[in-house]
């Protein structure tokens, strides 16, 4: 009998991550990843530029995600686990001139100048916090309601900067923060669900889940390397969908049809593919170009998820003169609220987070700079880039002295933006996309945007798949053998 095959377009990491949960759930399935670009991985990269790892994309994942850390121990990457030093549980916030310890406790809470007298009241107050209204509410409006406008300000919407590079007024609660969304629903009160959860934790024990921020040796760009070479043949590089037809199958089952350009060889030409299932795993703009001949409705409202661009610059220097300047890097690194004068989002310290990040004698940080409230940033020059980094690293850090190295990325469609609604947009474009049997959606554009999140779908996703083929061989069989051909 063939094998049926599951086509997964998107090279990504949570293409890959589909792709192995397929595997271990539709054992006899043939799994092939298409990846447009001639490396996998997406926006995860890390570049080695004269001894200074430089990451892309993310630079790193939470370690109380137990779906990632048993997917990495699938591809046999425990040994090459780094995780962060414990100076990164230190985080800095820029406001009023200077930079200011977030702090970690109630004793320093109440000390901190980070907020005025009348904000720390304001926080003190949350246990009263209204009742939250029916209709989808922004992280921002989330916060104000329960921690005043003062700290929502400053510290929530400083760290949505950091996480999403978005506006916290206009993303949506649920579907940024679907945790926090679920604990005031259980708990009513924030303070209430923190105490629940610590006494939660205190149950456990020692060894408890404690989210430590975790890379590997060679980067993040060993998991997606890994992932790859473990699917061996399966994954295409340099195969860029640039159509998907539907056709009827037994018991009017659709089977969808992927049209690709094999390589960058004209000698290829035109190659099809056929697949009993298909997991389009892109960024929503791509997919919704994909379907928009079969189901132009669900295109629509991919399209409508929209990207925050993210510039990325990495600055190398000498570690003596730059401790010499602003003392020695001792944390994570910083950020800055929308409202202060540096233009840019914050910055971090990587060879404070992560051993072996620069050579000796080196510190290196990454800064980036852009977002949903400065679309234009992604588009200035290098040169200008490189000086507004430089200005604000002298306004936040005392930075005057000259980098040795600098890297700079720009992500023109950078991290996808759940803006308020998103929740009831992913259940339309679903409804859209029901009558194709067979079509499945993964990625950071709909239910995550990190790498645990991602990760953590895939079974789902997976899952899915399974229940589809299941049906198919009850409907009759797989896909008729049909070759590859130019």
Not at 164 to 178: H, I, V
Not at 221 to 242: M, Y
Request: hydrophobic residues 45%.
């Amino acid at each position: 009998m063939t094998a049926p095959r599951v086509a997964i377009v998107g090279g990504g990491i949570a293409g890959l991550a589909v792709a192995h949960a397929v595997r271990a759930q539709s054992p006899g399935a043939d799994v092939v990843v298409l990846e447009r670009s001639p490396r996998v991985g997406g926006n995860i990269r890390s570049d080695v530029v004269d001894g200074y790892l430089c990451e892309a994309g993310p630079d790193g994942f939470l370690d109380n995600a137990p779906a990632t850390l048993a997917f990495v121990d699938s591809l046999g990457l425990t040994s090459r686990l780094v995780r962060s030093r414990d100076e990164a549980r230190r985080r800095y916030i820029f406001r009023r001139g200077r930079l200011h310890e977030v702090p970690l406790s109630p004793r320093g809470f109440l000390t901190t100048p980070l907020l005025s007298p009348f904000g720390k009241l304001r926080v003190l107050a949350e246990p009263l916090a209204a009742r939250p209204p029916r209709h989808d509410e922004s992280i921002l409006g989330f916060a104000e309601r329960h921690i005043g406008r003062e700290a929502a300000e400053v510290l929530v919407g400083s760290m949505v900067s950091g996480v999403f590079a978005g506006d916290a007024s206009q993303l949506s609660l649920r579907s940024a923060f679907p945790k926090m969304h679920e604990m005031e629903a259980q708990y009513g009160s924030l303070f209430r669900a923190m105490i629940a959860k610590r006494r939660a934790v205190r149950k456990a024990g020692i060894g408890a889940p404690a989210g430590r921020l975790t890379s590997f040796a060679g980067g993040m760009q060993d998991l997606v390397c890994a992932a790859a070479a473990k699917l061996g043949a399966g994954v295409r590089t340099n195969s860029r969908v640039t159509e998907l037809r539907v056709r009827p199958g037994f018991a009017d089952v659709a089977r969808p049809r992927l049209v690709g350009a094999r390589g960058f060889s004209l000698a290829c030409g035109m190659q099809l593919v056929e697949a009993d299932a298909v997991v389009l795993a892109g960024p929503a703009h791509q997919t919704a170009e994909l379907v928009r001949g079969c189901a132009p409705a669900a295109a629509d409202l991919l399209a409508a998820v929209h990207t925050a661009p993210l510039a990325v610059v990495g600055l190398g220097y000498d570690e003596a003169p730059l401790a010499a300047e602003r003392g020695p890097l001792d944390g994570f690194g910083f950020l800055v609220p929308r409202g202060e004068d540096p233009r840019i989002l914050g910055a971090l310290w990587e060879t404070s987070i992560y051993p072996h990040r620069a050579p000796a004698g080196k510190a290196l940080l990454r800064v980036m700079i852009g977002g949903a409230t400065d679309l234009g940033a992604v588009d200035l020059t290098d040169d200008e880039l490189v000086a507004i980094v430089r200005r604000d690293l002298g306004v936040t850090m005392g930075l005057t002295i000259e980098p040795e190295m600098v890297h700079l990325i720009r992500h023109w469609r950078g991290i996808p933006q759940y803006t308020i609604g998103h929740q009831a947009r992913l259940e339309r474009i679903e409804a859209a996309l029901a009558p194709h049997h067979g079509l499945f959606l993964a990625g950071h554009s709909y239910r995550g945007v990190s790498v645990n999140a991602c990760i953590a779908d895939a079974p789902r996703v997976a899952g899915m798949v399974a229940d589809h083929l299941r049906a198919l061989d009850a409907a009759g069989g797989y896909r008729a053998t049909c070759p590859e051909r130019a």
